[in-house]
């Protein structure tokens, strides 16, 4: 039976941690290590060790960084495949470890499926991202069986194959980053779509905008250091890539539709369509004209309306799809 390597990043302490280890340690795999890399730890978390003797505890008196801290814990760490968890995520059910592991005999990288836990209006918002991305690795999993992204809050992935790809590089979305290499090189993917985690929000707004802030800034660093050969990927893939174009931004070909048909047309369509219902309820005629007086605005809420719709069946379909 492969060993199992978990490990388990954080910032100074979180307090999602114990209930996270308390998952894993009566998880029903028995060949598994836990390691737990801690930057800048506070003294609560410097009192684990004591609770949980049969976890690894790294301590890293300064702040190293996500990226830097999981490079150096896999060094220390003995399993054939590793699993990466954030430390806001819970587990609820106890062969997690094992559906990942057997997952990961017929893929060389697994990303599973993140369930936002929507306690605050925040997580809510989130919520759509997950969806989002869980919706990616669906399509490019079936169509061409490697994704060029997974959520880095929990995957796993084969030793070899990490090193293989040089372990996480230094970069603002380093999952991303990780994502697209393997996927250039033909690594096998899979979408774990019944195998969940749940994943906690911070509520806070301000938050969420300084995360979005960093996630933008690190998504453009990342487009332009690799635009030549996403733009080779997508010629090579242009059915996966424009399918989850497609599901993630529903509403894209109607912004283009819209900003490439002209007001004239539009104005015409419109008012043949209104003067049309009018021969049935004579009272619908005078819209016609009020319309006329707003057409700027009547075009921009009409394709506003139909995005709205079309995003919302797509996101039904989806979150419905995952459960």
């Known amino acids: 039976m492969e060993k199992v ?24 795999y028995p060949n598994k290590e836990i390691i737990v890399c801690i930057d800048a730890p506070e003294d609560i978390t410097r009192s684990l060790p004591v609770k949980y003797p049969d976890v690894n505890f790294i301590f890293n008196e300064e702040r190293l960084g996500k990226v830097n801290a999981l490079n150096k814990a896999v060094q220390s760490s003995e399993g054939d495949c590793l699993v990466f968890i954030d430390s806001d995520i819970e587990i609820r059910r106890e062969n997690f470890l094992g559906s990942v592991v057997s ?32 919706l990616t690795n669906y399509v490019f999993m079936k169509l061409v069986e490697k994704s060029p992204q997974f959520n880095g809050a929990a995957f796993g992935i084969r030793r070899e194959t990490f090193l293989k790809l040089g372990g996480f590089q230094k970069v603002i979305c380093e999952d991303i980053e990780m994502a697209f290499q393997a996927f250039r090189q033909n690594i096998s993917f899979m979408f774990l779509d019944n195998v969940e985690v749940y994943n906690y929000v911070d509520p806070s707004f301000k938050q969420w905008i300084r995360q979005r802030r960093r996630w933008g800034i690190g998504l453009g660093h990342w487009i332009v250091k690799n635009f030549k050969d996403l733009l080779r ?17 529903p509403s894209a070909p109607l912004i283009f539709l819209g900003i490439m048909l002209p007001t004239d047309l539009f104005l015409k369509l419109l008012s043949y369509a209104l003067i049309l219902l009018s021969s049935f309820q004579i009272y619908l005629l005078p819209s016609v004209y009020v319309i006329t007086a707003f057409v700027v605005v009547a075009k921009s809420l009409t394709i506003l309306m139909v995005s709205f719709v079309g995003t919302g069946v797509v996101f039904f379909y989806g979150a419905k799809k995952f459960g």
């Open 103 to 134: 997952s990961l005999k017929d893929s060389n990288l697994v990303d599973i499926k993140k369930i936002i836990i929507r306690d605050s209006l925040v997580a809510r918002l989130v919520s759509y991202d997950y969806l989002s991305s869980s």
């Open 233 to 249: 990927s997508t010629i090579r893939n242009p059915i996966a890539f424009i399918t989850a174009l497609l599901l993630i931004f």
């Open 5 to 28: 390597s978990v490990l388990i990043p954080v910032y100074m302490n979180s307090q999602h941690l114990e209930s996270l280890l308390n998952s894993l340690r009566i998880d029903t």
